[in-house]
């Protein structure tokens, strides 16, 4: 059974400072996603990474895969308040078109 | 363009009726899903389809049915309405070809209350 792991769950960081939320998933997958979550809302695409060594930016948020540790992560940069928000990682599953999401990572950003 | 649109938006059904959650997309997507959210947690797929007429459980099927008569329309049907089915639904489609680089488009959500 494919599990989704992300860490830490719940991350409280002060405005300015860097931080990485790190997704694990225990098998093979052809893509994996990163969404944003804010409070009522939907979820809203960030990130989309297909290959071994994809890395993608976009502003103070950066997204890396490492398909052989089968991890990816989310580097924030120098937080503002607007980045609070539960950040989820998915994985599709190789062969099904089934996607697994993680747990979420609760991320609020104090001034 | 509308994108995937969920009806109703909120709802509170009675333990034991039963009720239906529309679903539409206009992308042209092949892929649709229906996803559930409970409080403080992440998605859990219900069901999900590959295309019209084709349609497979996902991790928690159970109290649920669906059908994909169309490539816009996946509904998802709650036939006896149970309080542990009180949580928020989303429908979500994509677009998977070869090396697609697209992710999920997701509804707003349908919040439905069972008491």
């Known amino acids: 059974e494919l599990k989704v792991e992300q860490n830490p769950l719940f991350l409280s960081m002060q405005e300015g400072k860097n931080y990485t939320i790190y997704c694990n998933y225990s098998t093979t997958s052809d893509r994996l996603y990163w969404y944003r979550q804010d409070p009522g809302k939907s979820l809203e695409s960030l990130f989309v990474l297909l290959s071994n060594g994809a890395v993608k930016q976009e502003g103070r948020l950066m997204a890396s895969l490492d398909t052989k540790a089968r991890l990816s992560t989310l580097h924030i940069t120098a937080a503002v308040h607007d980045l609070s928000a539960t950040y989820f990682c998915a994985v599709l599953t190789s062969g099904t078109y089934k996607y697994i999401f993680g747990t979420g990572t609760r991320l609020k950003v104090l001034a | 363009n509308a994108g995937v649109t969920q009806t109703p938006k909120f709802r509170i059904l009675k333990i034991g009726q039963s009720m239906t959650l529309q679903c539409t997309q206009d992308?042209?997507?092949?892929?649709m899903y229906w996803y559930r959210q409970d409080p403080g947690m992440g998605l859990k797929l219900i069901y999900y389809s590959v295309g019209a007429g084709i349609t497979d459980k996902g991790e928690v099927p159970n109290g649920y049915n669906v059908s994909r008569s169309t490539t816009e329309d996946f509904p998802l049907r709650l036939e006896l309405a149970a309080p542990s089915q009180t949580s928020v639904y989303f429908c979500?489609?994509?677009?998977?070809?070869?090396?697609?680089?697209?992710?999920?488009?997701f509804g707003d959500g349908t919040r439905l209350s069972i008491l």
């Open positions: 992308m042209n997507h092949n892929y």
């Open positions: 979500a489609s994509s677009y998977l070809g070869t090396g697609s680089n697209q992710p999920q488009h």
